[in-house]
């Protein structure tokens, strides 16, 4: 099985400054670009406004690694690269990979960093018991 529960709050930049119509701008114009690859992915997404903030959630809980995850990290790559001010938590649970361990990528600054679970993991003995 794998399962993936995510989140990503989309800004356009990471540069705390006063209102700015320009990033205003650049961030419609960013929202409406990872909705364009929501759609070309068909991914189960979509960006909602929570008082004012621009959040994309993800869960799921599939029987095996295939397109449905290739497509959540590949817009989870596109949010980085295309909206560097974006900051985000994805964590994942592979069993055909590491049955015992979550993987939790974590997105800020332009950078998805891969760490190791702790408050999960082991699910042996944490959420499981085998």
Request: charged share 30%; no cysteine; hydrophobic share 40%.
């Amino acid at each position: 099985m794998v399962e993936y529960y995510g989140w990503a709050n989309i800004s356009a930049s990471y540069k705390v400054e006063e209102e700015n119509l320009d990033e205003d701008l650049q961030l419609r114009k960013i929202i409406k670009d990872i909705n364009n690859k929501i759609l070309e992915t068909k991914s189960r997404t979509q960006v909602q406004f929570i008082n004012g903030a621009a959040i994309l959630r993800w869960e799921g809980y599939i029987n095996h690694w295939g397109k449905e995850i290739d497509d959540v990290l590949e817009i989870w790559e596109f949010i980085t690269k295309t909206a560097i001010g974006s900051y985000g938590i994805f964590y994942l649970r592979n069993d055909e990979a590491d049955v015992y361990n979550f993987t939790i990528y974590r997105m800020a600054k332009g950078k998805v960093e891969e760490l190791k679970d702790s408050m999960l993991s082991p699910t042996n003995s944490i959420i499981e018991q085998y």
